[in-house]
């Protein structure tokens, strides 16, 4: 049972009592002689829709359309099917379709005044006949509902839908910014994060970037192997995570090169963390590579406002040759 079970048991009831309702055989012998019958010409508008209602209609021949807009199907209504009926009932009504004749048709209008005079002469009969009017009026709200709520239903699986699109779309997004081996951002999203805050103004702080490469990597892969070169390479990101604030973000280029986008609070700031980064890699006990160890060659540069992202970089990337340059034994930075 449905929860609209007390007014209507299923959708498939209401839809059944929603179809126009034919008049009774002594309803019809009830307005047979009351109000006036009015003929239309195909395609003539009875009313509008929003107009004001004084008067409801009885289809003596021919046929009518009830057109509601919005999406609502249109109604067809044949001899013996009336309509407008909430204009007498209520006395006060907007109406909600607008009516053409569909065929030539002869329509019985009975208006307020004659509704009244009958209410008055019948009114068990009035009575009678208002209640079934009133029970297809809910049955079509109640359809209407049940349309309303299926068409919600589908919203809420189309929106489901798209919510997991999103969610693959962004980790799409992630895997292809991302570098496989160590998690870290790769040169893809290095260059997307670098686009991001090319115009990002941090108060106090400053932006700087360090590019930084492994010493003699060729000769751990050589000398230990692929795999144990792989671990060093982890070992590496998470000493260059490990430097990274909440506005930085730490990159492995491809190879043994990695990047670092700082904010930093003044040159010592940065000096500190490039030390640091360089310490913790000489620090570095891993048992893949026996008694070899790790260092790197760092550049920096403060990542100045008057040129592009691409100036910092190629600055960067000069101030690393000249740091690799230098050979120092535990590694070493230089700030361009
Ligand atoms: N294990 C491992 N090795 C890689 C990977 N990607 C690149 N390499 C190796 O990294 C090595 C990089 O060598 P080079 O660019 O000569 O660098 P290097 O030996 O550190 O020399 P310098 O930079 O001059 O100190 C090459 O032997 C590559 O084959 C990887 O994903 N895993």
Same mark, same amino acid.
């Given at each position: 049972?449905s929860e609209?079970?007390?007014?209507?048991?299923?959708a498939? @009831?209401?839809?059944r009592?929603?179809?126009p309702?034919v008049l009774?055989?002594?309803?019809?012998?009830?307005f047979?002689?009351?109000?006036?019958?009015?003929a239309?010409?195909a395609?003539?508008v009875?009313f509008?829709?929003?107009?004001?209602?004084?008067s409801?209609?009885?289809?003596?021949?021919?046929?009518?359309?009830?057109?509601?807009g919005?999406d609502f199907?249109?109604?067809?209504?044949?001899p013996?099917q009336?309509?407008g009926?909430?204009?007498?009932?209520?006395g006060?009504?907007y109406?909600?379709a607008?009516? /053409?004749a569909?065929? =030539?048709?002869?329509?019985?209008e009975i208006d307020?005044?004659?509704?009244?005079?009958l209410l008055?002469?019948?009114?068990?009969?009035?009575?009678?006949?208002m209640?079934?009017?009133?029970s297809?009026?809910?049955?079509?709200?109640?359809?209407l509902?049940?349309g309303l709520?299926r068409?919600n239903e =589908?919203?809420?699986r189309?929106l489901?839908?798209l919510? @997991?699109?999103r969610?693959?779309?962004?980790?799409?997004?992630q895997?292809?910014?991302s570098?496989e081996l160590t998690?870290?951002?790769?040169r893809?999203?290095?260059?997307a994060?670098?686009d991001?805050?090319?115009?990002?103004?941090?108060?106090d702080?400053?932006?700087?970037l360090?590019? /930084?490469?492994?010493?003699?990597?060729?000769? /751990?892969?050589d000398?230990?192997?692929?795999l144990?070169?792989?671990?060093a390479l982890?070992?590496?990101?998470?000493a260059v995570?490990?430097q990274?604030g909440?506005?930085?973000?730490?990159?492995?280029?491809?190879?043994?090169?990695?990047?670092?986008v700082l904010a930093?609070?003044?040159e010592?700031?940065?000096?500190n963390r490039? /030390?640091?980064?360089?310490?913790?890699?000489?620090n570095?006990?891993l048992?893949?590579?026996?008694?070899?160890r790790?260092?790197?060659s760092?550049?920096?540069v403060f990542c100045r406002? =008057?040129?592009?992202?691409?100036?910092?970089?190629?600055?960067?990337?000069?101030?690393?040759?000249?740091?690799k340059?230098?050979r120092?034994?535990?590694?070493g930075?230089?700030?361009?």
């Open positions: 049972m609209d079970a007390s007014i209507v048991d299923t498939e @009831q209401a839809a009592l929603a179809r309702r009774e055989h002594d309803e019809r012998a009830l047979g002689g009351a109000g006036t019958e009015v239309f010409l395609g003539d009875v509008r829709r929003g107009e004001h209602g004084r409801m209609f009885i289809v003596a021949a021919g046929e009518v359309r009830l057109c509601f919005d199907a249109d109604k067809l209504l044949e013996g009336y309509f009926e909430l204009a007498v009932f209520l006060d009504h109406r909600t607008t009516v /053409i569909e065929t =030539d048709c002869r329509l019985r307020a005044a004659a509704f009244d005079a008055a002469r019948e009114p068990v009969r009035v009575a009678q006949f209640r079934a009017s009133f297809y009026l809910v049955a079509g709200e109640n359809q509902l049940h709520r068409r =589908d919203l809420m189309a489901d839908a919510r @997991q699109t969610s693959e779309l962004t980790l799409a997004q895997m292809v910014r570098d998690g870290l951002a790769n893809r999203g290095l260059y994060f670098l991001e805050i090319a115009d990002q103004q941090l108060p702080l400053r932006r700087a360090l590019l /930084i490469d492994i010493d003699n990597f060729k000769a /751990i892969n000398r230990r192997g692929h144990a070169g792989d671990s982890r070992a590496v990101a998470e995570r490990a990274a909440p506005f930085d973000l730490p990159c492995r280029l491809g190879g043994d090169e990695f990047a670092l930093v609070a003044d010592g700031d940065l000096a490039a /030390i640091g980064l360089c310490a913790a890699v000489r570095l006990r048992p893949a590579l026996g008694d070899m790790l260092t790197v760092v550049g920096a406002n =008057d040129t592009g992202w691409s100036g910092w970089y190629s600055e960067a990337d000069a101030v690393l040759l000249r740091a340059g230098m120092a034994p535990g590694g930075w230089r700030l361009g």
